[in-house]
């Protein structure tokens, strides 16, 4: 009875850890497979941010190509204005000082207008490329960031996997040292109750005899 019970103990033992071991095992799988989901999560994270990006550069470089064409328009208009202006100064007629004198002020005053114009422009257009130019950083820094993310997120849940499968490994050690040890146990109890003092068979012994008499009776007898 104490043989089967213990048995019995073995089996249940071995049985619990298996068990574990087949939870670690899909502990470990689960793990692997949540990590490929947010390493997707974080690809797709970084490609939608990358393409908001380039939509942003896309309409910072219409925005430049507009405000240049713009600008250009801007400056044929006052061009034109400060010409007509030096026109009508040619044409006019000086009272006291030389007309050279009247003609180079106003075309100096007319030329500063127009560097005043184009510093301005330039300043626009540089602003504008450096915001593209920035666009085209921020992209490269958004692929960077999400493939770091990435590769991360899958490092970490391989990890993760690896110690629940170690703990697998020594789930289904311990189940065989459980059930090598339990068996070992049950056999030697076995073994004790079965070749004991108390189960040992004691056969009488017979006496020798011949014929009808026996030895010891027939050297009574002589």
């Known amino acids: ?19 574990q071991a087949a ?3 899909n502990a470990a799988e689960a793990a692997e497979a949540q990590g490929r989901y947010n390493a997707q999560v974080a690809t ?4 939608a941010q990358q393409n908001d990006i380039a939509f942003q550069q896309s309409a910072s470089q219409l925005e430049k190509n507009t405000m240049m064409q713009q600008s250009l328009v801007a400056r044929k208009n006052l061009s034109q204005k400060l010409t007509g202006e030096l026109g009508k100064i ?16 106003a075309e100096t005053q007319a030329n500063t207008q127009l560097a005043e114009f184009d510093f301005d422009a330039s300043q626009k257009t540089y602003e504008g490329f450096k915001q593209y130019q920035d666009s ?17 997120t899958l490092a970490s849940a391989a990890n993760q996997a690896f110690q629940f ?7 289904k050690l311990g189940a065989v040292a459980t059930g090598l040890s339990g068996f070992a146990g049950a056999a030697e109890q076995s073994n004790n109750f079965g070749m004991g003092p108390m189960f040992q068979s004691k056969t009488p012994k017979k006496t020798p005899t011949v014929g009808n008499y026996s030895t010891l009776g027939r050297k009574a007898y002589r």
Not at 1 to 19: N, R
Not at 44 to 47: D, H, Q
Not at 165 to 171: C, I, V
């Open 44 to 47: 797709n994270n970084m490609v």
């Open 23 to 25: 939870a670690a095992k």
């Open 165 to 171: 499968r170690q703990q697998a490994s020594q789930a």
């Open 1 to 19: 009875m104490a043989t089967a019970l213990m048995l019995v103990g073995t089996a249940v033992s071995v049985k619990g850890q298996l068990d």
């Open 90 to 105: 040619r044409n006019r007629p000086t009272f006291g000082g030389s007309f050279t004198d009247v003609f180079k002020a």
């Open 136 to 152: 085209g950083r921020q992209m490269g820094l958004a692929y960077s960031l999400g493939m770091a993310d990435r590769d991360l």
